[in-house]
């Protein structure tokens, strides 16, 4: 018997729509495992023009790619959404300006991949994503100020290897060995670094490398992120009998 109605979730989608299809499927397989029965998980969703928004990225344009994310949450929350997970990694950067123009709590992708990394004891963690993640402040600052956690990258070479098969291999549903080859190798780099851990910090990229490839752990924050999600949309919640 179900004692508490289940939360809608609020997906802003479409950054890229390939990973945003994993979110939808691992939301709703994950209702589907905790509750059972025919229950499949109460979404939100509005998906965006990723080439809108890369044009922008590109550009530096964050001021414009605030307002068209912001304007995109207000319609998430006006349309009944209860919490609001921004499906990408990099477009964090914008996510104060979109907490703070909704009402409901936005589900914050870096604190839910770093609640993982405290509960593992990790201390040091290798971070991959496109380079506006890498390099910027607003993801491995938050990761070090929030949770005392330390952060490696890799080099520059690498990490423009690791952006270019993002944009244009990735995003495009294109998964090519070699390039699985690169992360794999920049991964291990990472780990004779010090690394404990790495974070697949872009929600694509776990339809290129997964645990299975590497020994050290890897956090596939799409994933981690839709897990999330379940837990706050199901809680307190039964069974199904």
């Known amino acids: 018997m179900i004692h508490q109605s289940m939360k809608t979730i609020g997906l802003l989608g479409g950054m890229s729509w390939q990973s945003t299809l994993d979110y939808y499927r691992l939301i709703n397989e994950g209702v589907s495992q905790r509750i059972g029965g025919l229950h499949s998980a109460k979404i939100v969703m509005y998906s965006v023009d990723f ?102 990258i890799p080099d520059q070479r690498d990490r423009e290897i690791i952006h270019k098969i993002i944009y244009q291999e990735l995003c495009l549903g294109q998964v090519i060995p070699e390039s699985k080859d690169q992360y794999l190798r920049i991964i291990s780099d990472l780990a004779d670094k010090g690394a404990e851990a790495v974070i697949l910090g872009c929600t694509e990229i776990g339809m290129l490398v997964s645990q299975a490839d590497a020994p050290i752990k890897l956090l596939d924050t799409t994933q981690i992120h839709a897990q999330k999600a379940v837990e706050y949309a199901v809680r307190g919640k039964h069974r199904a009998c």
């Open 51 to 152: 080439a809108d928004i890369e044009r922008l990225q590109h550009a530096e344009d964050w001021p414009g790619m605030a307002a068209i994310l912001v304007e995109a949450g207000q319609k998430i929350a006006a349309a009944g959404a209860d919490c609001l997970l921004i499906c990408t990694n990099t477009m964090h950067k914008v996510a104060p300006e979109i907490a703070d123009s909704i009402s409901i709590p936005l589900l914050h992708i870096a604190d839910a991949t770093a609640e993982v990394l405290v509960k593992d004891q990790i201390e040091s963690v290798g971070l991959l994503g496109t380079a506006f993640t890498m390099e910027q402040g607003f993801y491995r600052e938050r990761l070090a100020d929030h949770y005392g956690l330390t952060v490696l």
